[in-house]
């Protein structure tokens, strides 16, 4: 018997890992502790807002080691209209106990494309380059980083970006884009208002920040600079700075509206309020991209629009680059986010 129990627990692993039933959690629902009016008998603090429910139906994706869920949900967005999948995540020290009457700061993590079928932020395991064996994901990276105390413990929400594949030259640009699904909604409005619903956050802009590679780094600095009421900060991976998808063509007037260039100038002229914006990319990168970068740093990263650059030595633009070299740029935007607060 002792031999079978043996063997049952070495195949245990093996099973879970090839997600063979019963030996596997993935698909199980999952739950955030959503339940209204203070939790563990604790009321709010004045600067958290307390999970707003529906509860959201979600499943599990993946276990971590430490015990913490990567979940998955399709959300019907009832501002935007769109209906997309979301997977999200919280830190191991969202239950604790001394932190129940807090909120947790959010981010936003944006996939480049296609970014229509899924996000590699929340499943992915990345290597540093090719030659490397260690692997890492976002959500280690976060813990890792919180424990040493260089980042906030964030909620992560990482949503598909695209409602279609980009095979053909096309991409929505995160933006409401006349005549195509409503994606600067979606990313602005819908997400946010599922993490809402579902966890602690805070009440404030504060507690609210984005972070994406590529074009998802593009619809992160966008996504600040036009909603600096709601969003504080963004990093930006290897971004494009201007909106350039062809789906824009015949509406200039929109365009403008989402283009990072305009709206910093705007921010700028309206005096606040302020925005810190990552910068970060891979000297190997494309010289436009890197060029462009400078530049908009040169001309619009003065007043309220803070920016900063990490340039990777010999990086190239890919999500492995930038999360191995994310430590500095979550520091930064975390000295300048709120929560949590432990309860005395």
């Not at 002792?2 to 997600?19: C, H, K, N, Q, R």
């Not at 913490?68 to 999948?85: A, I, P, Q, R």
């Not at 036009?226 to 909106?243: C, E, L, S, W």
């Not at 990777?312 to 492995?320: A, E, K, L, R, W």
């Amino acid at each position: 018997m002792a031999s079978v129990a043996t063997l049952g627990l070495i195949a245990w692993p093996v099973m879970s890992y090839y997600e063979i039933p019963p030996f596997t959690d993935k698909g199980d629902p999952v739950s955030y502790g959503q339940a209204g009016g203070g939790e563990g008998g604790k009321a709010a603090d004045s600067k958290t807002l307390m999970p707003t429910g529906p509860q959201a139906d979600f499943k599990n994706a993946k276990t971590l080691d430490d015990g913490t869920h990567v979940s998955v949900v399709s959300l019907d967005g009832k501002k935007s209209g769109f209906k997309g999948k979301v997977w999200v995540w919280a830190p191991k020290e969202y239950g604790d106990p001394k932190f129940a009457s807090s909120g947790f700061p959010v981010m936003i993590a944006l996939p480049g494309g296609p970014g229509n079928d899924a996000n590699y932020w929340a499943l992915g395991e990345f290597k540093k380059d090719k030659t490397s064996t260690e692997k890492f994901s976002l959500e280690k990276s976060i813990s890792k980083w919180y424990q040493e105390g260089k980042g906030k413990p964030f909620l992560l929400a990482m949503p598909i970006l695209n409602p279609g594949p980009d095979d053909k030259g096309i991409y929505w640009d995160g933006s409401d884009i006349p005549g195509q699904q409503k994606m600067g909604t979606w990313l602005t409005e819908d997400v946010p208002d599922l993490m809402k619903a579902n966890f602690r956050t805070i009440k404030s802009r504060d507690g609210w920040s984005y972070m994406g590679s590529s074009t998802g780094g593009f619809a992160s600095l966008k996504s600040v600079l036009k909603h600096p009421d709601k969003f504080k900060t963004a990093i930006a991976n290897g971004p494009d700075i201007v909106p350039d998808s062809p789906l824009w063509r015949g509406h200039e007037k929109e365009k403008a509206e989402n283009n990072p260039e305009v709206l910093a100038k705007q921010l700028a002229a309206a005096k606040g309020p302020d925005v810190y914006i990552a910068f970060q990319y891979g000297t190997k990168e494309n010289a436009k991209m890197i060029s462009d970068v400078k530049k908009f740093m040169a001309t619009y990263g003065k007043g309220p629009v803070h920016t900063k650059l990490w340039e990777i030595p010999d990086g190239t633009h890919n999500g492995g680059t930038y999360l191995s070299n994310m430590e500095g740029p979550v520091q930064w935007i975390s000295e300048q986010m709120a929560g949590p607060t432990p309860s005395s």
